[in-house]
């Protein structure tokens, strides 16, 4: 599978980005996508995943209630809206596919990166 992060940037504390993920090589609608970040020295994280029907969501603790996970179908493409951002925000954001029964996929793209100032 194929990805392709797009939108992050620089932003001021409490302000909004929204990124975006285009897959290709799979049928999008079958699989589930997910948000991760690495920040400077820590681990990789997943923020954020959808389910590939759009039927279910899931947020890490840090970003309830601030990101909202959302996938275009018809596009191959999820989003990840983030509002209310904080300094903690900042790292590079990835996402990943996982097929939703077979969970094969799982590559990794590039990743965007989003820096938030305090």
């Known amino acids: 599978v194929d990805v392709v992060e797009s939108g992050g940037g620089l932003v001021q504390s409490g302000g909004s980005l929204r990124l975006s993920c285009v897959t290709s090589?799979?049928?999008?609608?079958?699989?589930?996508m997910m948000w991760y970040r690495q920040a400077p020295g820590k681990q990789r994280e997943l923020v954020a995943n959808?389910?590939?029907?759009?039927?279910?969501?899931y947020y890490s603790d840090a970003v309830k209630g601030r990101f909202s996970i959302s996938r275009d179908n018809s596009k191959d493409t999820v989003y990840l809206q983030m509002n209310r951002m904080k300094p903690e925000d900042t790292a590079v954001y990835y996402c990943?596919?996982?097929?939703?029964?077979?969970?094969?996929?799982?590559?990794w793209g590039q990743g965007t990166q989003v820096t938030v100032s305090a």
């Open positions: 959808i389910t590939h029907d759009a039927g279910a969501t």
């Open positions: 990943r596919a996982l097929h939703f029964v077979a969970r094969t996929g799982g590559g």
């Open positions: 090589g799979v049928t999008f609608g079958h699989y589930d």
